[in-house]
């Protein structure tokens, strides 16, 4: 089937691990995951990363690391439809009694006249807004952020997070993604949202981009994070503010203090999950 797309599915027989696994799977671009209760508390994890076998495998392999030996896993092609059926339970993401994110298959109704709406369609990409980590990233960036500010959106995925900076009043913002679909997914969101002659999308490494930012965003998980540091740093405004992501709740000293001598001055807690603001 032309249209068809890679599934996999993991056999996992520790209830806790299998938590954990959903969260590492969500940061890295899962959109959805169905949980299959099987025998003994053991549970059977199925998503999908898009249309490629041999991505799919080599995406698991180097996602699970340490893990990969205790892990089984097995790829199939199915219908794409049938990894669709997620949307039918998504609904409008409350941020702040003012702010909300509404999938876009929403019916109009679901928009509002007041308050402000960002309208999001993940497709193959992480960001839908529902995840704590995205949640706390934009409730931070809703509180810090200046009008008129620039913004660069580390790991932007459906671009929610820099556009959504551009919906609040940011002047400019450029998003960076690993994932190819990122491109076509963000531009299509800032379209969505009215803000696409201010956005801007590339595969670029963070390595190659140039120039600073008022607002650094990061949503990424914490060794990531640890490795991009330097960088980081190095692309914020002097007077900027480096919003980051993706760390456990009272597990994240270690990658502050690889930002050093950027120090917290804001967090945020949601469901375990921290968001946090630094500067110098």
């Known amino acids: 089937m032309k249209d068809e797309i890679v599934t996999f599915s993991i056999d996992v027989d520790d209830p806790l691990r299998a938590s954990l696994i959903c969260d590492l799977l969500w940061m890295n671009g899962i959109q959805g995951v169905e949980e299959i209760e099987a025998v003994e508390g053991s549970v059977t994890l199925r998503s999908s990363f898009g249309t490629s076998e041999h991505d799919t495998v080599e995406r698991l392999t180097n996602l699970f690391g340490d893990w990969t030996p205790l892990l089984q896993w097995e790829v199939s092609r199915v219908d794409p439809t049938i990894t669709e059926t997620w949307k039918q339970f998504a609904d409008v993401i409350d941020v702040t009694s003012t702010l909300r994110i509404v999938p876009s298959w929403l019916h109009a109704s679901a928009r509002r006249s007041q308050g402000t709406d960002i309208g999001i369609d993940p497709g193959p990409t992480f960001g839908l807004g529902d995840h704590p980590t995205t949640r706390g990233s ?66 670029d490494g963070l390595d190659s981009i140039t120039g600073r930012f008022d607002l650094v965003v990061a949503n990424i998980l914490a060794p990531v994070l640890i ?42 807690e949601i469901e375990g999950w921290a968001a946090l603001a630094l500067r110098r």
């Open 138 to 203: 934009l409730l931070l960036i809703s509180k810090i952020l200046r009008a008129g500010e620039t913004v660069l959106d580390v790991g932007c995925g459906s671009g929610i997070l820099g556009i959504g900076a551009l919906v609040l009043g940011a002047s400019r913002a450029h998003g960076i993604d690993i994932n190819p679909a990122s491109i076509e997914v963000s531009r299509d969101n800032a379209i969505r949202n009215g803000v696409d002659e201010r956005w801007s999308v590339s595969i």
């Open 227 to 268: 490795d991009l540091a330097d960088d980081l740093k190095r692309l914020l405004d002097r007077d900027g503010t480096l919003v980051i992501s993706g760390v456990l709740h009272g597990r994240f000293d270690h990658v502050v203090e690889s930002l050093a001598p950027l120090t917290v001055a804001q967090s945020i």
